[in-house]
Nanobody
Framework: QLQLVESGGGLVQPGGSLRLSCAAS????????IGWFRQAPGKERERVSC????????NYADSVKGRFTISRDNAKNTVYLQMDTLKPEDTAVYYC??????????????WGQGTQVTVSS
């Protein structure tokens, strides 16, 4: 089985923090770039961050730069998204997905089920 599972979402106050985890089973993440995506009702899905397979390269959407940090621990088969200084507009379902490299936009072929992040006003 090839599976990604997100966890760590929840309800937080503006300015608060959460750390999301993306754990793989059935395959190892170390050959994949991992992107974090989010989608809110009525909004297009957007990629908020990505990390290369080695962890050597990362990128962030402008809306989260300076607040979110992506990292990976390949020994644990897990990728993290540390989210600080959360804003109400960060409210969304967050998904992780695997691709050969971050810019392979049509090849994010493995997706988790999503985890809800809600930031209260």
């Amino acid at each position: 089985q090839l599976q990604l599972v997100e966890s760590g979402g929840g309800l937080v106050q503006p300015g608060g923090s959460l750390r999301l985890s993306c754990a793989a089973s059935g395959f190892t993440l170390d050959v994949y770039a991992i992107g974090w995506f989010r989608q809110a009702p009525g909004k297009e899905r957007e990629r908020v961050s990505c990390i290369s397979s080695t962890g050597g390269n990362t990128n962030y959407a402008d809306s989260v730069k300076g607040r979110f940090t992506i990292s990976r621990d390949n020994a644990k088969n897990t990728v993290y998204l540390q989210m600080d200084t959360l804003k109400p507009e960060d409210t969304a379902v967050y998904y992780c997905a695997a691709a050969p490299y971050c810019s392979a936009y049509l090849r994010y072929n493995y997706w988790g089920q999503g985890t809800q992040v809600t930031v209260s006003s």
